[in-house]
């Protein structure tokens, strides 16, 4: 079975990031795969998503890069079969400034368990800073959720040229792929997301996502509970869309469940 280290970036905030690390994890172990996420944005979202809010997190992937914690021992189980995670803390903002030079870092500490795990799916933070770069450089390859709204076209030409100086600049990963570019926030209703829709498959083509990410008032709510939306209401819209994500996944990376 591929092994498979994938990046969920974008450097414009509040485009499903986490959201999509929490639930396409969630589905891809359901459907058997054992995975693991490494939450590296100091906000923490997708640790408090799958149910390890702060004061559950004994320790973290920030302990781990200062060298005080093994990796092993920072590994959470979510609570979900299939599901651990390595949570963030708040100090992971001074990790920006601590790990100057250090782009191998969390590569190097990753092969200590890179057997464990079918697929690790890492949260970056919205920005492209020491810790998106030291993700980067961990990763084969990186999926790209964009929200369908009016400054997704203007961002994603940025967005473009930024990834195509990191992915050149990658020296000794001249392997990292695009995964996958995801439409997330979809709503028919509006004309935009179909301008959205045709700009962004114009531009990327094959690497887009047949399966969209509806905006689903129960994805949001799902945080709130700790919960991965498919625990909390496995048959609404955001659940299926997810569900549905992980099978284009696993089905494009010829993995068989
Ligand atoms: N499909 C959706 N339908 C409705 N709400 C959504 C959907 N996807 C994400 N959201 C909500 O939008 C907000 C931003 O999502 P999310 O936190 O996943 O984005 P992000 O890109 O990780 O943000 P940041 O850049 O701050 O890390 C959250 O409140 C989330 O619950
Ligand atoms: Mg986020």
Same mark, same amino acid.
């Given at each position: 079975m591929p092994k498979k280290i994938v990046s969920v970036i974008n450097q414009k905030g509040g485009v499903g990031k986490t959201t999509t690390v929490v639930n396409l994890a969630t589905s891809l172990a359901a459907i058997g795969q054992k995975t693991l996420i490494i939450d590296l944005d100091p906000q923490g979202n997708a640790s408090t998503g799958v149910g390890i809010p702060q004061n559950k997190r004994s320790s973290t992937i920030y302990n781990v890069f200062s060298k005080n914690v093994e990796i092993k021992d920072a590994i959470h189980h979510s609570g979900i079969s299939n599901l651990d995670i390595i949570p963030s803390a708040v100090?992971?903002?001074a990790a920006e400034v601590e790990l100057?030079?250090?782009?191998?870092l969390l590569k190097e500490i990753l092969k200590n368990i890179? &057997?464990?795990?079918?697929i690790i799916l890492i949260d970056c933070?919205?920005?492209?800073g020491m810790l998106t770069i030291n993700a980067l450089y961990a990763s084969n390859s990186i999926l790209i959720p964009v929200q369908c709204e009016f400054f997704a076209l203007e961002g994603l030409s940025h967005l473009i040229k930024t990834y195509e100086t990191v992915i050149q600049n990658i020296d000794g990963n001249q392997d990292l792929e695009i995964e996958g570019v995801l439409l997330t926030?979809?709503?028919?209703?509006? &004309?935009l997301t179909e301008e959205v829709e045709i700009e962004v498959r114009k531009v990327f083509g094959e690497a887009v996502y047949k399966t969209v990410i509806p905006r689903n008032i129960r994805i949001s709510e799902a945080p709130s509970y700790g919960l991965p939306v498919m625990m909390y209401d496995i048959a609404c819209p955001g659940s299926i869309a997810y569900i549905n994500l992980a099978k284009e996944f696993v089905q494009r990376n010829g993995i068989v469940i």
């Open positions: 100090e992971l903002a100057s030079g250090q782009r191998n890179h &057997n464990d795990y079918d933070p919205p920005s492209l926030m979809y709503d028919k209703r509006n &004309n």
